[in-house]
Structure formats: structure tokens, C-alpha cells
């Protein structure tokens, strides 16, 4: 976990989802994977030719914004796949319960999280899968606002996702921290926007969160 700033007034958490607040890998892939062979079978090619042609993207933008990630929405909207498209696709195509599994841990540590800070989920993800994925995880209940690609039809690091979520919350922007996986995609903007930010290396580092932030 990196802390990069944390608010003198922190009301409010807004979480990122794969990666954040679950450790599963082969999931986080597949949520990926699935999106570029179902580009490569509607383009006629094999799954590695399209999964070469996303990695050279990538490798040229980050060599283009030094170093920056880019997110596979945008890398799509960049082969011409609207975002409409990426939203139905990962809807038909993302089964989290495949993969992940209850987590009575992180259950507990949102519900003391809950006691004292708003919490709300921006993710790259349509509504529905990402629903899906808190269902499973266990923490559904205790986060009833999540702020989608569906929701703005713009994928992180935009920052209409981001404004959305501070709506929602009720606060300043300056009383919110952004926890994610991805400094690029997660955090970077958030900071520039007035929030704190917190990297983490997957959900061991969300249990420390209470701890962090000096819970009794």
C-alpha cells in the first residue's frame, strides 16, 4: 500500500472494485481477456492477434504519455468499438461468481468503515457486473452507490465518473479519499480533483484500512 494523502476532514471513500476489494488475478484477466476475443471474433481475428493489437496499444500510449496506463474501454473506443458496445459486452460476458467467492473479512472491515465514512464505488465496469462482483464478495449491502461506465459513458481516468461519485456522496471533494489498484486509472486524477489517494496491492491492504485510519 502507498498513501500518497490522506484528508484533514475525511468524510468520505470512494472505492475502486477489481484488483481493490478483491486479490483474483485470473478474474481481473478474464474481464479483460473476454472483451478481446469477442472483439476478435466479431473483426475476424484470432484471440492472440487481437490481444497483440491491445498490447501495442498500450505500449505506444504509454510511451506517448510517459508511461501512463490506458484502460481497455478506451483502448477499444480507440479500434472503433463505441462505448455502448464495451458496456454489452462485459455485461453478456463477465460472470464474477466463476471466480470470486464470500469475503467475511472484508464484510467486517467496510461495516466499520461504514461507521464513520460514506463509501461509493467507481469502477470501469458497467452497474450490472460490477453489482454482480459486490454481491458475491459479500459488501453489496453496505455500498448501495456505484458509478459505472454505464453511468457516464466515459472510463476512468475521465473525470466525469469521479464528479459523480463527489455528487452522490454529498461532500466536498477535499473530504474524499480514492483507493484503488492503479495510480494512473485510480488515483492521479482524483488528487488532481482535491481528493486524497491510496494505492493498494489488492484487498490485504483494505483490511488495514481501519487501522490507517485510526479507528478505535
Known sequence: MKVYKLPADLKAIVFDIDLTLYTNHAYAHEQIDCQVREYARVN???ADEARAKVAAFRK???RLHDGKKVSLGNTL???GVPIEQSIKWREEL??????LKFDEKLVATIKQLKTKYKIICVTNNPILPARKTLEVIGVSDYIPEIVGLDTCFKSKPAREPFEEAVKRLCVDVSQCVAIGDRYDLDVALPMDMGMGGIVVDGVEDV????????FD
Open 94 to 99: 463477465v460472470f464474477p461468481e466463476k471466480f
Open 44 to 46: 475476424g481475428m484470432t
Open 77 to 79: 473506443l480507440s479500434f
Open 207 to 214: 483490511y488495514k484500512l481501519p487501522e490507517l485510519l485510526h
Open 60 to 62: 505506444e500510449y504509454a
